[in-house]
Structure formats: C-alpha cells, structure tokens
C-alpha cells in the first residue's frame, strides 16, 4: 500500500508556471512508476504525463507536450510536474497515480494502482 499527497496547485495567470508535488510513502517508491492525470469541471479524466519506476521513459499528453515535464526523485519518495506557459483550458484538478511492481506506465487509468486526492490548478486569463 502506499499513499499519495500532492501539493503546489494554485491560482497562476495565463503564460504562468507552477511546479506540482506527489509525496508518496512507503520504502519501495523506486518500485513505482508514476503519472499524472487532470479532471476539469464536467470533463472526464485525462492523462497528463507519465514516468517510468527507473525514470529512464516519459510520457505525455498532445496538449501538454513542451510545455509540462515529469521527473522523480526516487530518495524524495516523490514524482514532480514542472508546468509553463499555463493556459486556461490546463485548469482542473491534478491527481498523481502510482503503477506498482515495476509494471508499466501510460495513458491508461487502468494501470495504476494507487491515486491521490489531487490539487488544484487554476489557471486566468
């Protein structure tokens, strides 16, 4: 088992950046590959951008590619999205998802495992 906090969601005006945080906890984080997933108001979940246990293979959305990167620190016990150039239709809250026992990662919700309870980006125009 493990659990997932996210944090560093906020208000950022068009053309912003914001960095989100997923803590997770547990010894075996290294295990664990990684994604981000998006919920905008009346729209389903999406994928967002994925990472791999070892860290060697990204993945991400059309909409966000260029502009959003994931990275982890496995020592931190903790998965990043760096966001710039924010723009409106990027507003929704941002869920982090671990995929356990080294199974791979992607657009999928299917393959993960464990889900956070998201936070918040607001992005104005």
């Known amino acids: 088992q493990v659990q997932l906090v996210e944090s560093g969601g906020g208000l950022v005006q068009a053309g912003g950046s914001l960095r989100l945080s997923c803590a997770a906890s547990?010894?075996?984080?290294?295990?664990?590959?990684m994604g981000w997933f998006r919920q905008a108001p009346g729209k389903e979940r999406e994928f967002v951008a994925a990472?791999?246990?070892?860290?060697?293979?990204?993945y991400y959305a059309d909409s966000v590619k260029g502009r959003f990167t994931i990275s982890r620190v496995n020592a931190e016990n903790t998965v990043y999205l760096q966001m710039n150039n924010l723009k409106p239709e990027d507003t929704a809250v941002y869920y982090c998802?671990?995929?356990?026992?080294?199974?791979?990662?992607?657009?999928?919700?299917?393959?993960?495992?464990?889900w956070g309870q998201g936070t918040q980006v607001t992005v104005s125009s």
């Open positions: 998802a671990a995929a356990r026992n080294f199974r791979p990662v992607g657009p999928s919700s299917g393959l993960y495992d464990y």
């Open positions: 547990g010894r075996t984080f290294s295990n664990y590959g």
């Open positions: 990472i791999s246990w070892s860290g060697g293979n990204t």
